[in-house]
């Protein structure tokens, strides 16, 4: 399944992003957060639902998961041009994607 917003392409069985034909260097985690979101980016998404999804359950650090969030969020002149933002929200720790 490929993926595409903006510029870029997300190859799912690849496990590949691409800006054009430029390869971008993602770390396997943040690959499968950036596809996770881009596939659930009509709804919100709970922090419950990124651990079930991305980390198959596992007790993940506060920490781990604000890394590989902010890693999505990279600054925009490398964020992916379809990634605008990708807002949490405090009280319910959601986020929506908005590709």
């Known amino acids: 399944m490929v993926l595409a917003f903006g510029d870029h392409r997300l190859d799912i069985k690849r496990r590949e992003l691409r800006r054009g034909t430029e390869l971008i260097d993602l770390e396997p985690k943040v690959f499968d957060l950036l596809a996770f979101l881009v596939e659930q980016r009509d709804r919100v998404v709970s922090k419950d639902d990124l651990l079930?999804?991305?980390?198959?359950?596992?007790?993940v650090?506060?920490?781990?998961?604000?890394?590989?969030?902010n890693a999505v969020r990279r600054p925009p002149?490398?964020?992916?041009?379809?990634?605008?933002r990708l807002p949490t929200s405090r009280r319910s720790r959601y986020c929506r994607s908005s590709i």
């Not at 079930?52 to 007790?59: A, D, H, N, T």
């Open 52 to 59: 079930q999804e991305v980390w198959g359950g596992r007790i």
């Open 61 to 69: 650090s506060e920490s781990a998961l604000t890394t590989r969030i």
């Open 77 to 84: 002149a490398t964020r992916p041009a379809g990634l605008q």
